[in-house]
């Protein structure tokens, strides 16, 4: 693995200090820093692929707002409500 190493202005070092927990070095904020912004960004491309998808699939669409119009807390029409009743 490639090592590297960066520089920071002595503004921005008080700044990280301030805001890095005790239990965790510079170097592992950074690195989860840096981590959860390569995961962000990823999450932010499927999202736009998703709703291009969607426009592209209307079925898939319909499907989906039924889905997000199901009513969670009650039985589905036609399943057994024998497990809930166990529980």
């Known amino acids: 693995m490639k090592a590297s190493t960066i520089r ?3 503004a921005i070092l008080e700044e990280l200090e301030k805001v890095i927990p005790p239990s965790l070095s510079l170097r592992k904020y950074l ?3 840096i981590i959860r912004d ?3 960004r990823k999450m932010e491309a499927a999202a736009v692929a998703y709703a291009q998808f969607l426009k592209m699939n209307r079925e898939e ?3 989906l ?3 997000e119009s199901a009513a969670v807390d009650e039985p589905m029409e036609g399943l057994s409500t024998k497990c809930l ?3």
């Open 31 to 33: 690195h989860d820093l």
């Open 8 to 10: 920071l202005d002595l």
């Open 38 to 40: 390569i995961h962000a």
């Open 85 to 87: 009743e166990e529980w």
């Open 61 to 63: 669409e319909k499907w």
């Open 65 to 67: 707002e039924r889905w």
